[in-house]
């Protein structure tokens, strides 16, 4: 995995990044879900299955601007962010939402995942989002912890998610920021 002090870069995900980005998105997935979803669920948290889900997503993107960025350390792809416009309905037309955040267990710590934030937040800039919004479980204290010491606070607002096939739900909180000039995340 990646080294304390590689070449770490955040760039758009390619196609030939979608093997290599299943790989990381199903390990952060097993590991954040383990015991939140049923174990049917759970084991089909497969590498394969999450790159053919990007790959389909990058070919045939959702309506909105939306974005799949990779974390690498050197070529090594090491972590995943995207992010798209809010879906909720009461976050206003301007605000950006991170969909999906995930650093590979063994390259954590190492700072790719507040460039892959900072490069959001950036993008969400760019394509003039006035505030970020991102959900996480209520059980995930580290990824909360995570966004939260990037300047994201929750707002209070929380969705029960169905994630099992006989309606067994997970709780999520929202997290937001204001992405004003000169605001930074971090």
């Given amino acids: 995995m990646s080294q304390p002090g590689a070449d770490a870069s955040v760039r758009q995900a390619r196609s030939n990044d979608l093997p290599a980005l299943g790989v990381v998105q199903a390990l952060v ?3 954040a879900y383990d015991g ?7 084991a089909q948290f497969q590498p394969s299955a999450f790159a053919t889900a990007w790959r389909e997503s990058l070919a ?6 939306h974005r799949l960025l990779v974390a690498l350390a050197g070529d090594q792809v090491v972590g995943f962010a995207a992010l798209g416009p809010s879906q909720d309905p009461d976050t206003g037309q301007a605000t950006g939402e991170l969909t ?5 267990p063994q390259a954590r710590r190492q700072g790719h995942g507040s460039r892959l934030l900072n490069a959001v937040v950036d993008m969400l800039r760019e394509l003039g989002a006035d505030a970020v919004t ?4 209520a059980t ?9 010491g990037a300047g994201l606070a929750p707002d209070g607002a929380y969705r029960d998610r169905v994630v099992g096939p006989d309606g067994q739900t997970a709780r999520e909180v929202r997290l937001v ?10």
């Fill in 177 to 186: 920021a204001a992405l004003g000039e000169g605001q930074s995340t971090d």
């Fill in 36 to 42: 939140v979803v049923p174990p049917e669920v759970h």
């Fill in 100 to 104: 999906a955040i995930g650093v590979h």
């Fill in 60 to 65: 045939h993107p959702p309506e909105g601007v």
């Fill in 140 to 148: 995930q204290e580290e990824t909360r912890a995570f966004l939260a």
């Fill in 29 to 31: 997935w097993q590991q």
């Fill in 134 to 137: 991102a959900w996480a479980l």
